[in-house]
């Protein structure tokens, strides 16, 4: 690893107590200022495949200084996902509804610039100067309902299939992604996470984990909070700060 990144992070995953198996996968790669949560949809096999594919591909983009370039490459290689799912689900279609997708968080430095890519529910938050910040927007029916439907939060989650996904990788033919873009300062933390993780914690309790001072004992921290309650998704998190 090249030290001289001024990135560090700590990355972890974790069936939680209910589920069989993990379909959530995660990258780390500080070198290279890319950072990357997915969570698999669609049973045990489909569901595990789609996040591994996912952060395999990801894996794969080459580092480099020109942002905007590796934003593009990251783009185009999670379209090319979504079309290559689209056709191994016409390959495995012996049920009458598989489904083989992921949500999909990334996040991309390089100086002070964070790019964040996301579709699905998988989240992005920024810790500063004591107060957190979510900087993704999950697709969901739920933040759906809030947004056109003006509902609150307790309305909307009382709905039918409340937290069915709007938008994963391999969910529709047209993939939509969306991006944010903002400045990083010294100080300040990074948390890319599955719905595993911020469900069973509150806004506070993920604060409180992300002003101690490591990432180790941040990421440490945020699973003992999760794996103390039901913990009934599976858990991935990455921890990131400069």
Not at 94 to 109: E, F, N, R
Not at 232 to 238: E, P
Request: hydrophobic share 40%.
């Amino acid at each position: 690893m090249d030290l001289l990144t001024p990135w560090r992070s700590s990355a972890r995953t974790d069936t939680g107590k209910v589920r069989a198996r993990n379909e959530d996968a995660f990258l780390a790669l500080p070198e290279r200022g890319l950072w990357v949560v997915a969570d698999g949809m669609g049973g045990h096999q489909n569901g595990a495949l789609a996040s591994r594919m996912i952060v395999e591909r990801l894996a794969e983009l080459p580092g480099g200084s020109d942002l905007d370039r590796r934003v593009k490459e990251l783009r185009q290689a999670l379209h090319d996902l979504n079309r290559r799912l689209g056709k191994e689900l016409t390959l495995t279609a012996d049920k009458p509804d598989p489904v083989i997708g992921s949500t999909v968080v990334a996040l991309l430095v390089e100086g002070d610039r964070a790019v964040c890519v996301w579709a699905g529910d998988s989240r992005c938050y920024l810790w500063r100067s004591g107060n957190l910040y979510q900087m993704s927007r999950d697709h969901s029916l739920l933040q759906q309902l809030m947004q056109e439907q003006q509902m609150s939060a307790e309305q909307a989650a009382s709905q039918p299939g409340a937290h069915a996904l709007t938008r994963a990788v391999g969910a529709s033919e047209t993939l939509v992604l969306e991006v944010v873009e903002f400045t990083v300062y010294p100080g300040d933390t990074l948390l890319l996470c599955s719905d595993g993780l911020y469900q069973s914690m509150s806004s506070t309790m993920l604060g409180n984990a992300l002003s101690l001072p490591s990432t180790s004992l941040a990421l440490e921290r945020m699973f003992e909070l999760a794996l103390d309650g039901p913990a009934r998704d599976n858990i991935s998190a990455v921890v990131i700060r400069r």
